[in-house]
């Protein structure tokens, strides 16, 4: 049973910084893809950002240069430092696991967390 839990989230004021964690179990997780989605209310779920097993990372360009995605492999965890944020950050983030590549397609992770908040205030 796979199992990914999300931590980290919360409120900041605009041009603050939170970082994500997403702890995972249940498979052998330096094998597969690992990403983070986010979905506001009213608007359909996005990609964010993901990494390969490797460390090859993908972003959106919406938050290229401001955010990193990495792993700890050896603790089973991604993270998502997020810096410079803005209320259009604000969303409900989740973790997801996948096979393959860091795709920024949600069909290709078939496991996910249940989201941590994040709230900007401007």
């Known amino acids: 049973q796979v199992q990914l839990v999300e931590s980290g989230g919360g409120l900041v004021q605009a041009g603050g910084s939170l970082r994500l964690s997403c702890a995972a179990s249940?498979?052998?997780?330096?094998?597969?893809?690992m990403g983070w989605f986010r979905q506001a209310p009213g608007k359909e779920r996005e990609f964010v950002a993901a990494?390969?097993?490797?460390?090859?990372?993908n972003y959106a360009d919406s938050v290229k240069g401001r955010f990193t995605i990495s792993r700890d492999n050896a603790r089973n965890t991604v993270y998502l430092q997020m810096n410079s944020l803005n209320a259009e950050d604000t969303a409900l983030y989740f973790c997801?696991?996948?096979?393959?590549?860091?795709?920024?397609?949600?069909?290709?992770?078939?496991?996910w967390g249940q989201g941590t908040q994040v709230t900007v205030s401007s």
């Open positions: 990494i390969t097993g490797i460390g090859t990372r």
């Open positions: 997801a696991t996948g096979y393959g590549s860091a795709s920024s397609r949600p069909e290709m992770y078939n496991y």
């Open positions: 249940g498979r052998t997780f330096s094998t597969y893809a």
